[in-house]
C-alpha cells in the first residue's frame, strides 16, 4: 500500500517560514521525481515545486521555497520562506511525478495540509 505521510504546515505570520516534510513508503516507485502541489478552492491542483533530477519551480516561489529529497528515506522536504497570504492553500506532496503536454502530473498524493498566511 502507497503512503504518503506529510508533516509540518500550519498557520504563519505573512513574511514567516514553514518547513513540510513527506515520507513515501510501501512501492518502489518508477520514478524519483517528488515534490508539491497546492490547491485553493474553487481552482485544480497546480503544481509549486519538484525534485527530479533537477529541480523545478513556479515563478511565483522563486528565490523563496526551496524542495530537497533524500532518496535513501524517500523523503522530500519543502523550506518555505518569505511567506505571503497569497502562499495560502493545502499543499499536497507528490510522488512517481512527471511532465507531458498536459503539465506536471503526480501519481500518488499525500494527505494534504492546509497552510494559512496571515497579513
Known amino acids: 500500500q502507497v503512503r504518503l505521510v506529510e508533516s509540518g504546515g500550519g498557520s504563519v505570520a505573512a513574511g514567516g517560514s514553514l518547513r513540510r516534510s513527506c515520507v513515501a513508503s510501501?512501492?518502489?516507485?518508477?520514478?524519483?521525481?517528488m515534490g508539491w502541489f497546492r490547491q485553493t478552492p474553487g481552482k485544480d491542483r497546480a503544481v509549486v515545486a519538484i525534485?527530479?533530477?533537477?529541480?523545478y519551480y513556479i515563478d511565483y516561489v522563486k528565490g523563496r521555497f526551496t524542495v530537497s529529497r533524500d532518496i535513501a528515506k524517500n523523503t522530500v522536504y519543502l523550506q518555505m520562506n518569505s511567506l505571503k497570504p497569497e502562499d495560502t492553500a493545502m499543499y499536497y506532496c507528490?510522488?512517481?511525478?512527471?511532465?507531458?503536454?498536459?503539465?506536471?502530473?503526480?501519481?500518488?498524493w499525500g494527505q494534504g495540509t492546509q497552510v494559512t498566511v496571515s497579513s
Open positions: 507528490a510522488a512517481n511525478c512527471g511532465w507531458n503536454e498536459g503539465g506536471w502530473y503526480a501519481v500518488y
Open positions: 525534485v527530479d533530477s533537477g529541480t
Open positions: 510501501g512501492y518502489r516507485f518508477s520514478s524519483n521525481c
